[in-house]
C-alpha cells in the first residue's frame, strides 16, 4: 500500500515515475498529470512524453529543476547520454569486465611488470596519492572468482537499489561507497605500518546490500542460488565475518575486512537517508551466494 504524492489516495499498485521518483496513482501517473519536473528536459510544446525516441525532443542545456547539469551531462529523455539512465548496474558491471580484461590480458601482452601493475589497479598504503588508483581498484579484481561474485551481487541487488534511488545517485553511491572503502583499508594499513594492497569491488557491493536491508529487510533472496534467507540476516553474516576478521580473528583469509565494514556502513546510513522517499517491494531476487572466497574472494588484498 501505497500513497500518492499528487492527490493522497492510497493504492494497492502505485506507479513510479522514473524522472522523478515520485509514486502515483493511476490518475496521476503519466508525468504531465503531476507535474513532473523531467518535463523540463524536453524542448515539447505540449509538454507530453513520448516514448523516449522523440527526434523533437532537443534539451537546449541549462539546469533541469531535477538538479542535472543538462548542458553538461545532457542525461535527459531523447539526450545523447539518456542510455546510461536505468542502466548504470549494467555501464559499472562492464567497466568491472573491461578492467579485468586489462589486467590478465593486455597488461601481459604488454608484458607490464608487478610494480607497474600494482600502480595501475590497487590501492595500496605504500602509494597512498596515486589518486587514480582510488577509482580504477574498485573495477580491478584478484582473479575470475573474485570478479564473479561480485558481479552476481551488484548484477541482482544494483538493480534494485538503481530503481529505488535513480541512476544518478545510484552512481554516485556505487563510486563513493567504493573510494571510502579502499581509502578506509588503506587507511588501517598506514597506520598498522602493513604495505598490503587492496582492490575489487565490494565495498560498493556492500553498501548496495546496506540500502536494501534499510529499504526491505523482509526481502527474500537465495543463498547459493537455492536457500532462501531474509536479506537482513545476509548483511548480519557479512558483518560478523568482516568485525571477526577485523579483531584479528579472519573466518576468511585474503579479505579486506575493513573496506567490507566501512562499504556496509555507508550503504546502511544512506538507506536510512533515502527511507521516507522510496517504496521498496518485496520483489523476489537471486543473488548473495557466497564461495569459497567469500564476497572478497581471493588476490592480493581484495575487497
Known amino acids: 500500500m501505497a500513497t500518492c504524492d499528487q492527490c493522497g489516495r492510497s493504492e494497492n499498485m502505485p506507479y513510479h515515475c522514473q524522472h522523478c521518483g515520485g509514486t502515483y496513482c493511476g490518475e496521476h501517473r503519466l508525468p504531465e498529470n ?61 567497466l568491472m569486465f573491461i578492467t579485468f580484461g586489462l589486467q590478465y590480458i593486455v597488461a601481459p601482452v604488454f608484458d607490464v611488470g608487478p610494480d607497474l601493475w600494482s600502480a595501475l589497479f590497487v ?21 575470475l572468482w573474485h570478479l564473479l561474485v561480485n558481479a552476481i551481487v551488484i548484477y541482482f541487488f544494483g538493480q534494485l537499489v538503481e530503481e529505488y534511488v535513480g541512476s544518478r545517485d545510484f552512481a554516485l553511491l556505487f563510486l563513493g561507497s567504493g573510494v571510502l572503502a579502499g581509502l578506509a583499508q588503506m587507511g588501517v594499513g598506514i597506520v598498522q605500518n602493513d604495505p598490503t594492497g587492496a582492490l575489487g569491488a565490494s ?62 556502513v555507508i550503504g546502511l546510513a544512506y538507506g536510512q537517508h533515502v527511507k521516507g522517499r522510496v517504496n521498496a517491494r518485496n520483489r523476489l531476487q537471486f543473488g548473495g551466494g557466497r564461495g569459497g572466497g567469500g564476497m572478497g574472494g581471493r588476490g592480493r588484498g581484495p575487497f
Open 203 to 264: 565495498g560498493a557491493a556492500l553498501a548496495i546490500l546496506g540500502v536494501l536491508t534499510v529499504l526491505n529487510p523482509d526481502l527474500r533472496v537465495y543463498l547459493y542460488f537455492f536457500i532462501p534467507v531474509p536479506i537482513w540476516l545476509l548483511t548480519v553474516g557479512y558483518a560478523a565475518v568482516s568485525v571477526s576478521g577485523a579483531l584479528g580473528v579472519p573466518i576468511l583469509p585474503g579479505v579486506a575486512n575493513i573496506a567490507h565494514l566501512a562499504g556496509l
Open 34 to 94: 503531476h507535474g513532473c519536473p523531467g518535463l523540463d528536459d524536453w524542448d515539447d510544446p505540449s509538454g507530453i512524453f513520448d516514448s523516449g525516441f522523440d527526434d523533437s525532443a532537443d534539451n537546449r542545456g541549462g539546469r533541469s529543476s531535477s538538479g542535472r547539469l543538462s548542458g553538461v551531462l545532457d542525461t535527459g529523455v531523447g539526450g545523447p547520454l539518456g542510455f546510461f539512465r536505468g542502466n548504470m548496474t549494467f555501464v559499472f558491471l562492464g
Open 123 to 143: 590501492i595500496s598504503p605504500e602509494h597512498p596519492l596515486y589518486v587514480w588508483t582510488w577509482f580504477t581498484s574498485i573495477f580491478a579484481h584478484g582473479g
